[in-house]
């Protein structure tokens, strides 16, 4: 079992940047993979970022390309998202997922991780 919890998440102006930290308990495979996903009230649960762990490739929602930044931590077993130029529609619930082995495909489908933080609020105002 692997517990996750984010950190990070409050209120700041539109313009304005925050990071969320994911700390886990332990990696969960050597093929370990983090994800952020967020939803906002009346949505669905939406893709946002994610790092292979061993390889710290990324991926990104086009609609955060270019402001998000998604990385290793310094922390052992802990991942960033830093969020520059924040916009009120990204205000959302934000959360952590881990699995231990995804495909590609599958990197931005919130269904396929095995396991889930408890999220972090992240409100924009304009």
């Known amino acids: 079992q692997v517990q996750l919890e984010e950190s990070g998440g409050g209120l700041v102006q539109a313009g304005g940047s925050l990071t969320l930290t994911c700390a886990a308990s332990?990696?969960?495979?050597?093929?370990?993979?983090v994800g952020w996903f967020r939803q906002a009230p009346g949505k669905e649960r939406e893709f946002v970022a994610a790092?292979?762990?061993?390889?710290?490739?990324?991926y990104y929602a086009d609609s955060v390309k270019g402001r998000f930044t998604i990385s290793r931590g310094n922390a052992e077993n802990t991942v960033d998202l830093q969020m520059n130029s924040l916009k009120p529609e990204d205000t959302a619930v934000y959360y952590c997922?881990?699995?231990?082995?995804?495909?590609?495909?599958?990197?931005?489908?919130?269904?396929?991780?095995?396991?889930w933080g408890q999220g972090t609020q992240v409100t924009v105002s304009s």
């Open positions: 332990r990696r969960t495979s050597n093929r370990h993979v």
């Open positions: 790092i292979k762990w061993s390889s710290r490739h990324t």
């Open positions: 997922a881990a699995d231990g082995s995804l495909i590609q495909s599958s990197i931005s489908r919130p269904e396929a991780y095995d396991y």
